[in-house]
T-cell receptor
Framework: AQSVTQLDSQVPVFEEAPVELRCNYS??????LFWYVQYPNQGLQLLLK??????LVKGINGFEAEFNKSQTSFHLRKPSVHISDTAEYFC??????????FGAGTQVVVTP | SQTIHQWPATLVQPVGSPLSLECTVE??????LYWYRQAAGRGLQLLFY??????ISSEVPQNLSASRPQDRQFILSSKKLLLSDSGFYLC?????????FGSGTQLSVL
């Protein structure tokens, strides 16, 4: 069985400051890892994914994440946030079969 | 192109009443289908998934059930709703990161 833990339920951050959203997973088999974003009153949008290869993954809107197998983590980062990055962010894990398990989400609130 | 339809968009039901939410997919055959629930502060929880007609796997024990009577139809049901069944229900199809979500149903159980 797999599970995902997002350690922060809410992260306040000032505009143009960096942000890191933490995600840890547990799984007994190889996994695929994802970050999704949900803007207010919108559906889920895929930010980035790790399937294999380089552990540093770059996604849309300037986000990147690093897969760390020894620490079973997949933290999301952005060096400088904008007001428009205010949203809820979900980490997710999938096994080779393909069903996604999501974390509880992290609400990012960017203020001027 | 593939599309996913989910209805109704909103639903208010009394405790103890039955539930039926329907999801259909167009433009693909034999899709993997999923029901998720998004509750406040709990993120997206996978409820059921299906790899084919009549094949349903449940992820969490609960008051809900799912059925797949046709290849591209996925139904979420309950015989008697509980207050705790309130939430935002999302149907999805796909595999791995290629997951496409429906527009969701906001269910309020009163």
């Amino acid at each position: 069985a797999q599970s995902v833990t997002q350690l922060d339920s809410q992260v306040p951050v000032f505009e143009e400051a960096p942000v890191e959203l933490r995600c840890n997973y547990s799984s007994s088999v190889s996994v695929y890892l994802f970050w999704y974003v949900q803007y207010p009153n919108q559906g889920l949008q895929l930010l980035l994914k790790y399937l294999s290869g380089s552990t540093l993954v770059k996604g849309i809107n300037g986000f990147e994440a690093e897969f760390n197998k020894s620490q079973t983590s997949f933290h999301l980062r952005k060096p400088s946030v904008h007001i428009s990055d205010t949203a809820e962010y979900f980490c997710a894990v999938s096994d080779s079969w393909g069903k996604l398990q999501f974390g509880a989400g992290t609400q990012v609130v960017v203020t001027p | 192109s593939q599309t996913i339809h989910q209805w109704p968009a909103t639903l208010v039901q009394p405790v103890g009443s039955p539930l039926s939410l329907e999801c259909t997919v167009e433009g693909t055959s034999n899709p993997n289908l999923y029901w998720y629930r998004q509750a406040a502060g709990r993120g997206l929880q996978l409820l059921f998934y299906s790899v084919g007609i009549g094949q349903i796997s449940s992820e969490v024990p609960q008051n809900l059930s799912a059925s797949r009577p046709q290849d591209r139809q996925f139904i979420l049901s309950s015989k008697k709703l509980l207050l705790s069944d309130s939430g935002f229900y999302l149907c999805a199809w796909g595999i791995r990161e290629k997951l496409f979500f429906g527009s969701g149903t906001q269910l309020s159980v009163l």
